[in-house]
């Protein structure tokens, strides 16, 4: 298993950066901010110098097999959701949907939550900070690895491959 994931933003580039994972190097997309050791909600950053530990994750069955992994993984269903409302209880949890305050819909059209990794960022306390950002997935990129919102997006088989490859020791480290 992999341990310390490294991910650094491509020299001369705010979004586009490289994870190194063992001895692999793979292109990824970042938040249209970039790195910030400031995150707040809705800022588009990925939180920097933060080790993030993989908790679970999620797949869509409609879209592929499950993939390899020692982490949980659970099916993506119509009704799954994630607040990202700093004011409500459910801030940077799952909920069902229909859901009255701010989130997000893990069902997406397009492809980037067929395979999801939720990162332990302003997880706990249960208590979490309000305001210091939810919901920092590794997750899918699309084609040309355009921004994120703050998360760490890689193509489908590399995504694959790190998927099987880390547990719940392992720690993301984003360098600025």
């Known amino acids: 298993m992999l341990t310390t994931i490294e991910v650094r933003r491509k020299p001369g580039e705010t979004a586009r950066g490289v994870l190194i994972a063992g001895a692999r190097t793979l292109s990824c997309a970042l938040g249209r901010s970039g790195p910030s050791i400031f995150k707040r909600e809705g800022d588009g950053a990925t939180p920097a110098?933060?080790?993030m530990r993989p908790l679970w994750g999620?797949?869509?069955?409609?879209?592929?097999?499950?993939?390899?992994?020692?982490?949980?993984?659970?099916?993506?269903g119509p009704d799954d959701g994630w607040c990202d409302a700093p004011e409500h209880p459910s801030y940077n949890a799952p909920m069902r949907l229909p859901?009255?305050?701010?989130?997000?819909?893990?069902?997406?059209?397009d492809c980037l939550y067929d395979i999801c990794i939720v990162l332990d960022w302003n997880m706990a306390p249960r208590g979490r900070a309000r305001h210091r950002g939810s919901a920092i997935f590794l997750h899918m990129a699309k084609p040309g690895y355009p921004p994120t919102a703050g998360c760490i997006a890689l193509a489908r088989r590399d995504l694959e491959w790190l998927v099987a490859r880390i547990d719940r020791r392992s720690r993301f480290v984003v360098v600025r």
């Open 49 to 51: 110098h933060a080790a």
């Open 99 to 109: 859901f009255a305050a701010s989130h997000e819909v893990m069902r997406r059209a």
């Open 58 to 76: 999620y797949w869509r069955p409609d879209k592929g097999v499950r993939p390899r992994s020692i982490l949980p993984l659970h099916r993506i």
